[in-house]
């Protein structure tokens, strides 16, 4: 039961620690400290408790909130990218198709579903919804 509820906690932590920095290039020495566990720690124990890789998790945050961003501002893609922290517009055109299935400029045209979603028992943020939701 311990073991279950710092699992927990510490999953809970990771997804708190990067909702609130999603703008930025995630610090993993700052996530370390802030969680008391090694980033090989963390890594393993993310991927274990949520399917994900702790990367992809991140990558799935910057694109979920840019999609919002593309879809209700009119802030250009480009500078939108750079908000989330891509290096080129090329890079974020490649990670967000791989993300959400279509380019972000096709994504703005088709308006897809953006919403509210439950990151985990006590985190909210954007994301994609299903079509349909």
């Known amino acids: 039961m311990v073991l279950r509820m710092n699992c927990f906690l510490t999953i809970s932590s990771i997804i708190i620690y990067i909702e609130n920095r999603v703008e930025e290039k995630i610090n993993y020495r700052e996530l370390e400290r802030v969680t008391g566990f090694s980033i090989a720690y963390i890594r393993e124990i993310f991927v274990q ?52 299935g279509l380019t972000p400029s096709v994504f703005r045209t088709k308006r897809p579903p953006v919403g509210r979603i439950k990151l985990c028992s006590s985190a909210f943020g954007i994301g994609i919804l299903k079509e349909g939701k």
């Open 49 to 100: 408790k949520t399917g994900t890789s702790l990367s992809r998790y991140i990558l799935i945050r910057k694109i979920s909130n840019a999609a919002y961003e593309i879809l209700y501002s009119k802030q250009s893609i480009m500078d939108i990218a750079f908000k989330y922290n891509f290096t080129s517009y090329d890079t974020f055109t490649r990670a967000f198709k791989r993300i959400t």
